[in-house]
């Protein structure tokens, strides 16, 4: 998306230019993607914070802008629990082009009931997978005016140990949250390589490129007020956890890398250095279960009968 000099290594606190680039961040109002927006407004590009609640999309932008003088941020309400509202939101981008969307919102329950979407979907896989699956269609047109435009969907670490239950997608006969969440992100990580091999096939110079934080925990994460506060004796107690895991400002950092980095290329993974849970950003091996072409073409299908929505049509 921009250039870079290959023999600079890449350096998290001095990122290339990316003046003139629309960049879509779901979830951009809070956690990694309001870091991720934060680095990315500090481009200069403009950066579109995709979220529900309109206050808190306001406070992000002015901590943003508190923090980046001159940051081009706006906001785009974006519900990706209700399927129908998707191709609205979309429009409401008044953009010709994107040059990149951070499929990075999420929803995570940690105990039961088991809860559902509008559209009758079990709310976190209805949510992190389908409202993303569903969102490329739309956004696909504008994916397709850009030069080289990039889909970079955020995984997590928890989908390592996880596999797809292809008789029980929305766990309906066996909820656990825990489990149900990790799966969900399996199911995004899923369709950020199969949207590559398809774009790929498709001649597309769209690029799927899948990132996922590590280990992020809030308490590592510096205070953004009032987006975020992290208490000091909280932070005190954290910081031996920081050997192994960081804050969610770091977690951010394999998502930007695959939005900006010129040398990154469709179908990769990209994740934290060390152990996979946290450091600089770095391309990782995809899991061999996460390569399984006939587990996501069977995903694929599956999610554009339940969203009606298949990304592809939307390509050239």
């Known amino acids: 998306m921009s250039s870079a000099s290959p023999s600079r290594p890449w350096d998290v606190h001095r990122l290339p230019s990316a003046e003139g680039r629309n960049i879509l961040v779901t979830g951009g109002n809070a956690g990694i993607g ?16 995709g979220s529900r609640d309109a206050a808190k999309a306001d406070a992000a ?5 508190s923090r980046v003088p001159g940051a081009r941020v706006r906001h785009l309400r974006l519900d990706l629990a209700d399927l129908s509202s998707l191709r609205k939101a979309v429009d409401g981008l008044d953009l010709t082009h994107l040059d990149a969307v951070i499929h990075n919102a999420g929803v995570a329950l940690d105990d039961p009931p088991r809860v559902e979407t509008a559209d009758g979907h079990e709310l976190m896989f209805g ?44 766990s309906a006969r066996d909820y656990r949250p825990k489990r149900t969440y990790g799966r969900s992100k399996l199911a995004q990580m899923y369709f950020g390589f199969e949207l590559d091999r398809r774009l790929r096939a498709l001649g597309s110079p769209v690029l799927s490129v899948v990132a996922h934080p590590g280990g992020a925990l809030d308490s590592l994460t510096p205070s953004r007020s009032p987006v975020h506060v992290t208490d000091p004796g909280r932070r005190l107690r954290a910081l031996p956890a920081g ?68 990304p592809m049509p939307g390509f050239r």
Do not use: C
Not at 154 to 161: I, L, Y
Not at 251 to 259: E, T
């Open 127 to 170: 949510t992190n997978h389908l409202g993303h699956f569903a969102l490329t269609r739309w956004l696909a047109p504008l994916l397709s005016a850009a030069p080289a435009a990039r889909v970079v969907t955020v995984g997590s670490f928890a989908a390592r140990s996880e596999r797809l239950d292809l008789d029980d997608l929305e």
């Open 243 to 310: 050997l192994l895991v960081q804050g969610k400002h770091a977690g951010a950092w394999p998502a930007v890398r695959a939005v900006l980095d010129p040398e990154v290329r469709g179908g990769q993974l990209w994740g934290p250095r060390i152990f996979g849970l946290r450091g600089l950003p770095r391309r990782e091996p995809v899991p061999a279960h996460m390569a399984d072409l006939d587990v996501a073409a069977r995903l694929w299908a599956a999610s554009g009968e339940l969203t009606g929505a298949d």
């Open 34 to 49: 309001y870091f991720a927006a934060e680095q990315l407004a500090a481009t200069g590009a403009v950066v579109v914070l």
């Open 61 to 65: 932008m002015a901590s943003i802008r």
